[in-house]
């Protein structure tokens, strides 16, 4: 059963809709506390959260008047509180404060945590049945099957806040899910898309930072010239609308105008287009089952002349394939992907691993983690991240033979 919404109970214009973003000092969190301060009218915000930036926080917090505010640094309680002295605003730290967020009682919550940390918060927001918009590629990536199951059962709404999954969300209203032959996500290719393999094996760091089309934090940006995240957002599409392997196709498109396109059975293909700003998908779920005044830029197709369209190379990036055969395998591979994703990833930004060596890691860990005849179901958060920590521990053990491979 999907979580994903149909459209249906329109606000009224009078509604002031409670909201609140875990994450709200990152660049998901900067969108949305944008769109937030264009429509001060329309929102009100419960709680905000930050990893450890004490400052950006307690700022926010009080340019929104927030309820409450948690910090994950637990070391950092102390800052937060003289930096909020004379607020009326509530103060936490730690894991638990960060929970207790995603559990106040806002319409609306922006799921936004990177990383395997935001998942609890996450399903705190869910399990009241709030309106979730998921930024957070973990809750689905590594607890996907559980995480719509709860979300479903609770009442819950989750919006893709995602461009391409909040593209394919928007062309799937077009039809019934009996109708859908597949739907294709679209891909910018990155800094690498025309590099020989060669060149992309050794490709520095500056490099890999500088993407053609977005403007993102490094984790996502260097995932996205490795196509990693497009991997990522594979598996997420699969757990997020109920869809298999064979239902979903990748299709690199360099303009990144085309966000997502639904094919049907009359072959009929719709498809979701805008400016490359992520405020335009943040904007639909913060007005959905309305849509809300968006500050992105107005989409001039004449002056963009042409977009153009060709198959993803898997031998280039064989991070896309390595997400389509975890999400075969199931039983936590795709978590595995992940998990030993971020370890890469990690490695490469500190030097220890060349570009090219990032896909063979997560290749190598995942082949490890089949072989140990350990998967199995995972019913809980604490399995989810149980699985993360063994494969980050097992990526980690196997970096240094991986970095004295040749590619």
Request: aromatic residues 6%.
């Amino acid at each position: 059963m999907s979580a994903v919404p149909l459209r249906n109970n329109k606000l009224a214009a009078t509604d002031i809709r409670s909201v609140t973003v875990l994450g709200a000092t990152g660049s998901i969190g900067d969108s949305t506390m944008d769109l937030l301060r264009a429509s001060p009218e329309r929102y009100r915000v419960e709680a905000l959260t930050a990893n450890s930036n004490v400052e950006a926080l307690a700022k926010l917090a009080k340019e929104f008047s927030a309820r409450f505010v948690a910090i994950a640094d637990s070391t950092k309680l102390a800052d937060l509180k003289s930096a909020l002295a004379g607020t009326s605003t509530e103060c936490g730290a730690g894991e638990s404060a960060v929970i207790e967020a995603g559990a106040r009682p806002a319409d609306w919550v922006m799921a936004a945590v990177s990383g395997a940390a935001g998942l609890k918060p996450a399903l705190a927001a869910v399990d009241r049945g709030a309106h979730v918009a998921l930024a957070n590629k973990e809750c689905l990536v590594c607890a996907g099957d559980f995480f719509m199951q709860r979300a479903a059962k609770a009442g819950a709404c989750i919006l893709p806040a995602d461009s391409e999954h909040n593209a394919l969300f928007q062309a799937l209203a077009s039809g019934n899910r009996d109708e859908l032959v597949r739907v294709i996500i679209t891909a910018s290719g990155g800094p690498f898309r025309t590099w020989k393999p060669a060149d992309i094996e050794k490709a520095t760091l500056e490099q890999a930072l500088k993407h053609p089309n977005w403007s993102m934090g490094q984790k996502i940006t260097i995932d996205s010239a490795s196509m990693m995240n497009k991997g990522l957002e594979v598996i997420e599409a699969s757990y997020l609308f109920a869809l298999s392997p064979d239902e979903i196709d990748v299709l690199v498109h360099p303009q990144s105008i085309i966000h997502g396109m639904v094919e049907f059975s009359d072959r009929s293909v719709m498809a979701q287009l805008g400016s490359p700003d992520m405020r335009t998908p943040i904007a639909h779920c913060l007005g959905w089952p309305d849509r809300i005044k968006g500050p992105a830029a107005k989409l001039d197709l004449a002056k963009i002349g042409q977009l153009t369209f060709e198959a993803p190379d898997f031998e280039r990036f064989p991070g896309l394939r390595l997400a389509f055969e975890s999400l075969r395998t199931g039983k936590g591979a795709t978590t595995v992907y992940n998990a030993a994703n971020e370890v890469a990833v990690a490695a490469f930004i500190a030097g220890k691993i060349r570009f090219g060596a990032i896909a063979r890691l997560v290749e190598a860990t995942l082949e490890d983690w089949i072989r140990s005849g350990n998967q199995g179901p995972m019913t809980s958060a604490d399995d989810a991240i149980n699985v993360d920590h063994v494969a980050r521990n097992k990526a980690a053990a196997l970096l240094p033979q991986i970095a004295l491979k040749a590619s």
